[in-house]
């Protein structure tokens, strides 16, 4: 390799016209590893983000697809010899990473001055890119030939009417630990105070589950098949579902919505760290930003993205919806999750 970059390097002293291919050449011998989601956010990040970056920096891009508990083991794993320049995570998992000291400092770049207070991490190491929010999904036909009232409260996946036919997923999902948190503050708790979450699982939601789920194809599957008629989900699982032409309609509950934030942050000691702190600036630009909500259904937190109406649907947009969303105490959490992990198994999904 070093022969040939001399070589290289030779051609373009010899050679004034070929400067710019050789600094493109030498570029382009860089690869930076991005260790994220897979499914729709794969595509999207494959087919309108990365191109652009790669476009603009000659670098290339190696996409390694993993759920955020596979990624943050990778991460573990490859301790003290880190293969990932750039990682992904849900925004539980990225104050782990956090914690444990697999994150850089954030580059200080004009982008940062764009995003909604919510895109930042108090850490300083990593950045929320993209919000979904945390709420009701229901179908609407069934709702409407029912003629029952459109989910507005938390309580509601409570009603009787849903027997066996509430979906959650368990708390090793984010989705379904919102869903415990919110129990918990509506009822006197919170993340502090977890058992009052726990209590109302037990007595009053318990009996309307159908399954507590954590695969989305399988969550799909229950609605499509009717079995399914309610669930406690995702902005971005509601808009998915509903671009197959399913009538799956997506409601913040009046106590407010819960935001899950998807983070970016570098890895310390890559030999990519310049080009790292590049990628997750690019993602916070308003095109990568416009493509990551368009397509894979994710908030923008750039302020300045600007998105036509019909493009809002079923996503956090703009500064009153995202100001409406709650955020847990990720800190509390992932001092008890483990703990609330185990009990949930041995009370709840038995």
């Known amino acids: 390799m070093r022969s040939l970059v001399n070589g290289r390097s030779l051609a373009c002293g010899l050679m004034a016209t070929a400067a710019l291919w050789c600094g493109t050449a030498l570029a382009q011998e860089k690869t930076l590893y991005v260790a994220a989601y897979g499914g729709s956010f794969e595509q999207t990040m494959r087919k309108e983000v990365i191109p652009s970056f790669e476009k603009a920096t000659g670098v290339k891009v190696e996409y390694v697809a993993g759920n955020s508990t596979d990624n943050l083991a990778k991460l573990q794993a490859q301790k003290g010899n880190q293969q990932i320049d750039v990682v992904i995570l849900d925004d539980g998992p990225m104050y782990q990473a956090v914690a444990l000291g697999f994150c850089s400092d954030l580059a200080k770049a004009p982008v940062y001055d764009q995003l909604y207070d919510l895109a930042k991490m108090p850490s300083g190491k990593a950045v929320n890119f993209g919000a979904v929010g945390t709420g009701?999904?229901?179908?609407?036909?069934?709702?409407?030939?029912?003629?029952?009232?459109?989910?507005?409260?938390?309580?509601?996946?409570?009603?009787?009417?849903?027997?066996?036919?509430?979906?959650?997923?368990?708390?090793?999902?984010?989705?379904?630990?919102?869903?415990?948190?919110?129990?918990?503050?509506?009822?006197?708790?919170?993340?502090?105070?977890?058992?009052?979450?726990?209590?109302?699982?037990?007595?009053?939601?318990?009996?309307?589950?159908?399954?507590?789920?954590?695969?989305?194809?399988?969550?799909?599957?229950?609605?499509?098949?009717?079995?399914?008629?309610?669930?406690?989900?995702?902005?971005?699982?509601?808009?998915?579902?509903?671009?197959?032409?399913?009538?799956?309609?997506?409601?913040?509950?009046?106590?407010?919505?819960?935001?899950?934030?998807?983070?970016?942050?570098?890895?310390?000691?890559?030999?990519?760290?310049?080009?790292?702190?590049?990628?997750?600036?690019?993602?916070?630009?308003?095109?990568?930003?416009?493509?990551?909500?368009?397509?894979?259904?994710?908030?923008?937190?750039?302020?300045?993205?600007?998105?036509?109406?019909?493009?809002?649907?079923?996503?956090?947009?703009?500064?009153?919806?995202?100001?409406?969303?709650?955020?847990?105490?990720?800190?509390?959490?992932?001092?008890?999750?483990?703990?609330?992990?185990?009990?949930w198994t041995r009370e709840i999904e038995r």
């Open 136 to 343: 009701i999904v229901y179908n609407k036909t069934y709702f409407e030939e029912n003629k029952i009232p459109v989910p507005s409260a938390w309580k509601d996946i409570e009603d009787p009417r849903f027997k066996k036919k509430l979906v959650i997923p368990p708390i090793n999902n984010s989705y379904g630990l919102h869903a415990l948190v919110m129990m918990a503050r509506l009822n006197g708790g919170g993340e502090k105070a977890i058992d009052p979450g726990f209590k109302e699982f037990k007595d009053k939601i318990n009996p309307n589950v159908l399954a507590y789920e954590p695969s989305p194809g399988k969550m799909t599957e229950l609605f499509q098949s009717n079995q399914a008629v309610v669930a406690v989900w995702g902005s971005g699982r509601a808009k998915a579902l509903a671009d197959t032409g399913f009538p799956a309609a997506f409601v913040y509950p009046k106590e407010g919505g819960v935001v899950l934030g998807s983070a970016a942050c570098a890895i310390p000691g890559s030999k990519n760290a310049a080009e790292a702190q590049s990628f997750i600036q690019h993602m916070l630009m308003p095109e990568a930003q416009t493509s990551l909500a368009v397509s894979a259904g994710f908030g923008p937190v750039n302020k300045t993205v600007e998105l036509p109406a019909d493009k809002q649907a079923g996503i956090p947009y703009g500064p009153e919806q995202i100001g409406k969303l709650l955020v847990v105490d990720w800190a509390t959490i992932n001092e008890n999750r483990e703990v609330w992990n185990k009990r």
